[in-house]
């Protein structure tokens, strides 16, 4: 047996050996210019949904854009603040010419180069640039927009995140049937879009296509993300983090430090749970305080006439509560704030848990700094953000419709607890951390683009061809290989058929001729 010390010693050596062939020390050397070269360009980012949570990854991509000399001009609606309601596809659509003509004014006006959408209810965006022939990058934080994968889903359609162990049934159900009728309800708003597009002269799209993209970026991780096969022309990006966040208010950070175990609660800024469910959470956190489950809890929260809690609560043991001195901040381990410096709060190693509700940018930044979650979801992609998590191994889900106080302190404490789940947040951690860098990856390809289309004077049907697959241009059947694989099935099936057509004729001669004629001859005989 060789001895370990040895094979050491011998892996090293090899190792300068190597080194050694590698570099030659007669040899000078100089460094590798890796160096691109692209003159500064006006881009517009547009969004027709606006709001903080969903303009923010586009925004720190821009920062990336500006800082490398380009002008960046931002065509949004509302303010750069948390939204308090973002408009549907309907209002998108009827604002749709006016939207479309704003995009195409501030194109003129400030010399736009390349575009850049936000995928979410934009069309006017993606049009005006396919018009005037410049490029246009999509941006959104999830892959619905881009590239669904062939065996996912979402809880938007009533289906598994993951259709991999889901019956035919289900599968049908998922890939034909709820798309469909998702089809059929939307349907004539599409048929509406397409005759304001007719009336500014772009041309209208089938149903189920959408506008061309010449990239398309999304925030997003495979490991929160499940995996799927991508093509050139679609890249993952996120998750992509802001350089800086503001940090701990002294107030917050006296009762960080003070506290070792400390639950972050906060549920954005749209979603507001009813009296029952309010009363609930917070008898949980009560409760799980007392249980010594945690020792804290810090809540974002900002009470709308819509919140509203009852009065006094009963607890577990019989006992009653009164709401109003804990949502006036009296309660010693209840730290209740309006402004809230989520990503600080979240990065202090003291907080254990966030109970979110599975917002894109917050789960974000509860990976990026390993803080397991607890989820209760309220609606869009939220839902599917809960399942994707939870499959990853680092969150648990609640519903909405069934919350119970038992349930929630039994999720916290295993959440707590669990080894498994710490294991799979410090995995999760590193690679959100080396993922992050991305943001600066999808800059530069946003460059590339910039480059290109400068070299080829504009775009044309051959732009980016090096980054669309072949099959996206070749048509649903045959981009498929259906005709190729349809002939083969077909020669198969000829094939099998000419044989059983051989072995009926056969069968039927000996039946018909040969067996008479011998019964025949017997008789004879
Ligand atoms: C960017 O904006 C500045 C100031 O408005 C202007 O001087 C410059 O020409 C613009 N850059 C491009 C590429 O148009
Ligand atoms: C999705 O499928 C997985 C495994 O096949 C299962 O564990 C999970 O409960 C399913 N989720 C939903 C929401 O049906
Ligand atoms: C489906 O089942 C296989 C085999 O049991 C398992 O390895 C895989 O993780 C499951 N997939 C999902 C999405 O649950
Ligand atoms: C995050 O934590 C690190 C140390 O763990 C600290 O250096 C950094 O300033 C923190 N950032 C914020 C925004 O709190």
């Known amino acids: 047996m060789v001895k370990k010390p040895f094979i050491f010693l011998l892996l090293t050596l090899i190792l300068i050996l190597l080194n050694q062939v590698y570099v030659d020390a007669t040899l000078d050397y100089a460094p590798r210019n890796i160096d691109t070269e692209c003159s500064p360009k006006n881009i517009l980012v547009g969004s027709y949904v606006g709001g903080r949570s969903h303009l923010k990854p586009i925004l720190d991509v821009a920062a990336i854009l500006i800082e490398r000399g380009h002008n960046v001009t931002l065509l949004t609606s509302g303010y750069y603040a948390p939204s308090l309601e973002y408009p549907t596809f309907e209002k998108s659509v009827k604002d749709y010419k006016e939207t479309y003509e704003k995009y195409k004014s501030v194109a003129k006006d400030y010399n736009i180069d390349l575009f850049i959408c936000d995928m979410?209810?934009?069309?006017?965006?993606?049009?005006?640039?396919?018009?005037?022939?410049?490029?246009?990058?999509?941006?959104?934080?999830?892959?619905?927009?881009?590239?669904?994968?062939?065996?996912?889903?979402?809880?938007?359609?009533?289906?598994?995140?993951?259709?991999e162990n889901e019956s035919f049934l289900e599968r049908f159900k998922c890939i034909i049937v709820r798309p469909l009728k998702l089809f059929y309800m939307i349907h004539p708003i599409i048929n509406q879009l397409n005759n304001f597009r007719e009336q500014v002269n772009v041309k209208p799209i089938v149903m189920g296509q959408s506008p061309k993209v010449s990239l398309h970026l999304v925030d997003t991780f495979f490991g929160f993300e499940l995996?799927?096969?991508?093509?050139?022309?679609?890249?993952?990006?996120?998750?992509?983090?802001?350089?800086?966040?503001?940090?701990?208010?002294?107030?917050?950070?006296?009762?960080?430090?003070?506290?070792?175990?400390?639950?972050?609660?906060?549920?954005?800024?749209?979603?507001?749970?009813?009296?029952?469910?309010?009363?609930?959470?917070?008898?949980?956190?009560?409760?799980?305080?007392?249980?010594?489950?945690?020792?804290?809890?810090?809540?974002?929260?900002?009470?709308?006439?819509?919140?509203?809690?009852s009065s006094t609560i009963t607890l577990t043991d019989g006992s009653h509560i009164q709401t109003s001195p804990i949502l006036n901040n009296k309660h010693p381990h209840i730290h209740i704030t309006k402004f809230a410096p989520q990503f600080a709060i979240l990065n202090h190693t003291n907080t254990k848990l966030f109970f979110a509700h599975g917002g894109a940018g917050s789960s974000h930044e509860s990976l990026y700094t390993g803080t397991p979650m607890l989820i209760l979801p309220?609606?869009?992609?939220?839902?599917?953000?809960?399942?994707?998590?939870?499959?990853?191994?680092?969150?648990?889900?609640?519903?909405?419709?069934?919350?119970?106080?038992?349930?929630?302190?039994?999720?916290?404490?295993?959440?707590?607890?669990?080894k498994n789940i710490k294991k799979n947040s410090e995995r999760l951690e590193f690679l959100a951390k080396i993922n992050s860098k991305r943001k600066f990856r999808a800059a530069d390809s946003i460059e590339y683009i910039?480059?290109?289309?400068?070299?080829?004077?504009?775009?044309?049907?051959?732009?980016?061809?090096?980054?669309?697959?072949?099959?996206?241009?070749?048509?649903?059947?045959?981009?498929?290989?259906?005709?190729?694989?349809?002939?083969?099935?077909?020669?198969?099936?000829?094939?099998?058929?000419?044989?059983?057509?051989?072995?009926?004729?056969?069968?039927?001669?000996?039946?018909?001729?040969?067996?008479?004629?011998?019964?025949?001859?017997?008789?004879?005989e």
């Not at 990058?137 to 259709?163: E, T, W, Y």
């Not at 002294?250 to 009363?279: C, I, K, Q, W």
């Not at 956190?285 to 919140?307: C, Q, R, S, Y």
């Not at 599917?384 to 519903?399: H, R």
């Open 120 to 163: 979410h209810i934009n069309e006017a965006c993606l049009d005006i640039a396919n018009t005037l022939k410049k490029p246009v990058v999509g941006m959104s934080s999830f892959f619905q927009f881009a590239n669904r994968g062939l065996h996912k889903s979402d809880p938007m359609f009533q289906c598994n995140i993951s259709l």
């Open 378 to 418: 309220f609606g869009v992609d939220q839902m599917g953000n809960a399942d994707k998590l939870e499959s990853a191994g680092v969150a648990l889900t609640l519903n909405k419709f069934n919350l119970d106080v038992s349930d929630i302190i039994n999720k916290i404490d295993f959440l707590l607890k669990d």
């Open 450 to 524: 910039l480059h290109s289309s400068n070299l080829n004077e504009g775009v044309d049907e051959e732009f980016l061809n090096e980054w669309f697959p072949a099959e996206s241009r070749m048509g649903l059947i045959k981009g498929n290989n259906y005709d190729v694989y349809g002939a083969w099935l077909g020669i198969v099936l000829g094939l099998i058929g000419g044989i059983l057509w051989v072995i009926f004729v056969s069968i039927s001669f000996i039946l018909k001729r040969i067996i008479p004629f011998f019964i025949q001859k017997l008789k004879n």
């Open 227 to 309: 995996p799927q096969s991508l093509p050139p022309n679609v890249q993952e990006m996120g998750p992509v983090l802001s350089e800086e966040y503001p940090s701990l208010t002294p107030e917050l950070s006296d009762f960080m430090n003070a506290h070792d175990r400390v639950l972050y609660v906060a549920f954005g800024t749209r979603f507001h749970a009813s009296t029952e469910n309010n009363n609930k959470l917070l008898q949980s956190f009560v409760e799980a305080i007392n249980k010594k489950i945690i020792d804290g809890v810090v809540w974002a929260l900002v009470l709308t006439p819509e919140d509203s809690y």
